[in-house]
């Protein structure tokens, strides 16, 4: 197990090394997951998908990219060039750099230096993923901005609406996991996991966070910034060429970091899963970054499989969702978890029934608290204005489909007598 | 070394990368002028005139920045207090609760007065 104390003693070589190391591994798993997605959806959708270039059309994700690359680059002309410019860089930096401190596995020999399996760690590293996270906002917003046209501004707005509510959802699922690791570094995170991972102890904690990792990825069904029926593409509508490309790096780099993060504080890091975990020294070398691989892989998997099921939801449910249901739950799960864990240290592990009961005792009454307070606010109902009369379809200037409950007004056409010729009789229509 | 250096090199070579293909996309591909093509995309009908900057938005996104950065302090004050909390004991504990109490009473006041409501 790796301490805190290993990390900064590598020597510059080994750094420039583990960098090239951790960049590689990233850009061949975002190629990888934009191919398996695609792969994966097709299946789910009774296709094949792409299977033309290179063996099973792995190839393809970097042929799309060389292709990007000979493709026109389209500055709008209302574009604000220079921050036009910056935001896809700032992007796709932030993006690699949040990926610093993910742990691969424990200690190994790299031409004779021992070295912990990770770039880089320190006592906030939790911290500084999620600093790096909203920087990366940042990229989102400008680009929107900069664009100088509607539909991108829109969906900049919306992505950084969405992006700053799942972030506190996803911060204060992570409390818990602090509370029982006593630690923010991802190292000392995963050595706490060793007899029990926390997805198991803090369950509420895990699936608020992996609810929270989607909408933060602005992955299906929480990819309102990117709807298609709606804003086209979102942020990145007026973005071409490579420019572009940096934003789909980015998307992808987010989603294969919100998924170590996950396996990292939640499913034991680099660890074996429970029965491989017996067999003496399989948690040593090179051998746990392929569990940490498999973890990763799984949330990768989860995402692709919820954008193949869900259809995608409304705003105001998603951010009612985000306010109203993920962060009122969050705050109750860390009062309780802390709670018990205060009254255990003071009580002593004797008092293990008390404890039971006055955790179902305060868990009911925090549901009772969270319905009533739901059930006061759902009893206002929106103000409908009840419609009077019948309609006519060319309300004010626009043709408008009918509210509910209007009816349109009989237009009259062609084939239906019109008044003033029925009373004089002389006048039959054509085809009667 | 320092455990920040490796953070500041993989930011490097992302930057590199990046700056890079960024810049060589201007020199790979093609350019035809079309000035119908330079306009705001707004699915074919005539763009709407945009001042820099978009003019106005909705002001829901005004309050929910500004919820987000009542919760993101609060996210930042539980951070440390749940590193160090069996340190604290039962002490700890209260102060957050009284704390995670004066932060709900200004959150309720919002949900109930519809600041959370999306229409």
Not at chain 1, 374 to 395: F, K
């Amino acid at each position: 197990m790796p301490e805190l104390s290993d990390f900064g003693n590598d020597p510059f070589w080994l750094v420039c090394l583990k960098t090239l190391g951790v960049f590689v591994i990233l850009v061949v798993l975002v190629l990888f997951t934009i191919w398996a997605e695609r792969r994966v959806v097709a299946r789910m959708q009774m296709r094949i998908g792409p299977n033309r270039t290179g063996p099973f059309g792995l190839l393809q994700s970097l042929m799309d990219g060389f292709k990007l690359a000979l493709k026109e680059e389209i500055i709008p002309v209302t574009a604000h060039r220079a921050v036009y410019w910056l935001a896809p860089l700032l992007s796709a930096i932030t993006a690699f750099a949040a990926f610093a401190v993910i742990p691969f596995g424990p200690e190994v020999s790299i031409f004779g230096v021992i070295t912990p399996l990770q770039l880089t760690d320190f006592p906030q590293s939790v911290l500084y993923v999620l600093a790096v996270a909203s920087i990366g906002i940042y990229g989102l917003v400008l680009a929107g901005w900069s664009s100088g046209s509607t539909y991108p501004l829109l969906g900049g707005l919306r992505s950084s609406a969405q992006m700053i509510s799942y972030e506190i959802s996803m911060g204060l699922s992570f409390v818990a996991v602090f509370l029982y690791a006593g630690s923010m570094s991802t190292s000392q995170i995963v050595s706490s996991q060793q007899s029990l991972w926390f997805a198991v102890l803090l369950a509420p904690s895990f699936v608020i966070y992996v609810t929270a990792m989607v909408g933060e990825t602005n992955r299906a069904p929480f990819d309102l910034p990117e709807a298609e029926s709606e804003l086209v593409g979102g942020f990145h509508t007026e973005y071409s060429s490579l420019k572009f490309a940096m934003f789909f790096l980015a998307e992808y780099i987010n989603m294969v970091t919100v998924s170590s993060i996950a396996t990292t504080l939640f499913l034991g890091g680099w660890m074996a899963p429970w029965p491989l975990s017996l067999i003496p020294g399989i948690n040593s070398g090179w051998l746990p970054m392929l569990w940490w691989l498999a973890k990763t892989m799984l949330f990768i998997y989860l995402f692709i499989w919820l954008r193949g099921t869900l259809p995608r939801l409304r705003y105001d449910q998603f951010m009612a969702f985000g306010w109203r249901v993920l962060i009122p739950v969050s705050l109750l799960w860390i009062v309780l978890v802390s709670g018990l864990r205060a009254i255990r240290e003071e009580m002593g592990d004797t008092s293990n029934t008390m404890l039971a009961v006055g955790a179902i005792i305060l868990a009911v009454l925090l549901g009772l608290l969270l319905l009533a307070t739901m059930r006061r606010t759902r009893v206002r109902e929106p103000d409908i204005v009840e419609p009077t009369g019948p309609l006519s379809p060319q309300a004010g200037t626009f043709p408008v489909p009918p509210l509910p409950g209007q009816t349109f007004e009989y237009t009259p056409r062609s084939r239906q007598p019109v008044a003033g010729a029925t009373t004089s009789g002389s006048q039959e229509e054509p085809d009667a | 070394m320092n455990v920040y250096i490796p953070i500041l090199t993989l930011a490097g070579l992302a930057a590199l990368f990046a700056c890079f293909s960024v810049t060589m996309a201007t020199f790979t591909g093609p350019k035809r002028y079309n000035r119908a093509k330079y306009d705001a995309y707004e699915c074919g009908i005539e763009p709407t005139p945009q001042p820099v900057g978009g003019g106005k938005f909705p002001v829901k996104y005004y309050l929910t920045a500004m919820m987000f950065i009542i919760f993101d302090i609060e996210i930042v004050f539980l951070y440390p207090w749940a590193v160090y909390f069996d340190s604290l004991g039962l002490f700890g504990f209260l102060a957050m609760l009284l704390f995670l109490v004066n932060l709900t009473i200004p959150y309720v006041y919002e949900w109930r007065r519809g600041g959370l409501d999306w229409d």
